[in-house]
Nanobody, 115 residues
Framework: QVQLVESGGGLVQPGGSLRLSCAASGSMFSIGSMGWYRQAPRKERELVASITSLLRTNYADSVKGRFTISRDNAKNTVYLQMDSLKPEDTAVYYC?????????WGQGTQVTVSS
C-alpha cells in the first residue's frame, strides 16, 4: 500500500521560512509528477508547485520567487522550501504524487503565518 507522509508544517512569523517534506513509501514501480497543493479556510484546494520525474517545475504565480520545489528520487521524497512567507500563505498543505499511474495524497500539514 502506497503512503505519502508529510512533515515540516508549523507556525511562523511573516517573512519567515519553512521547509515541507513528503516521503512516499510502499510498493512503487513508477513515480511520476509530485507536487504540493494547499487549501485555506473557505477556499478551494489550489496547486502551489509541482515537479516532474525529469525535474521540470511549475509554480503558482502567487508563490513564484518565494517557494522552491525539489525532489530526491533516491529517497522518493519531495520538498517545498517556503521563504518570505506571508499571512495569505496560511493553509493546510497537501502532498500529491502520481504513483503506479494512480493519484495519491498526503494527510496534510498546517502552515500558519502570523505575528
Amino acid at each position: 500500500q502506497v503512503q505519502l507522509v508529510e512533515s515540516g508544517g508549523g507556525l511562523v512569523q511573516p517573512g519567515g521560512s519553512l521547509r515541507l517534506s513528503c516521503a512516499a513509501s510502499g510498493s512503487m514501480f513508477s513515480i511520476g509528477s509530485m507536487g504540493w497543493y494547499r487549501q485555506a479556510p473557505r477556499k478551494e484546494r489550489e496547486l502551489v508547485a509541482s515537479i516532474t520525474s525529469l525535474l521540470r517545475t511549475n509554480y503558482a504565480d502567487s508563490v513564484k520567487g518565494r517557494f522552491t520545489i525539489s525532489r530526491d528520487n533516491a529517497k522518493n521524497t519531495v520538498y517545498l522550501q517556503m521563504d518570505s512567507l506571508k499571512p495569505e500563505d496560511t493553509a493546510v498543505y497537501y502532498c500529491n504524487a502520481q504513483i503506479n499511474f494512480s493519484d495519491y495524497w498526503g494527510q496534510g500539514t498546517q502552515v500558519t503565518v502570523s505575528s
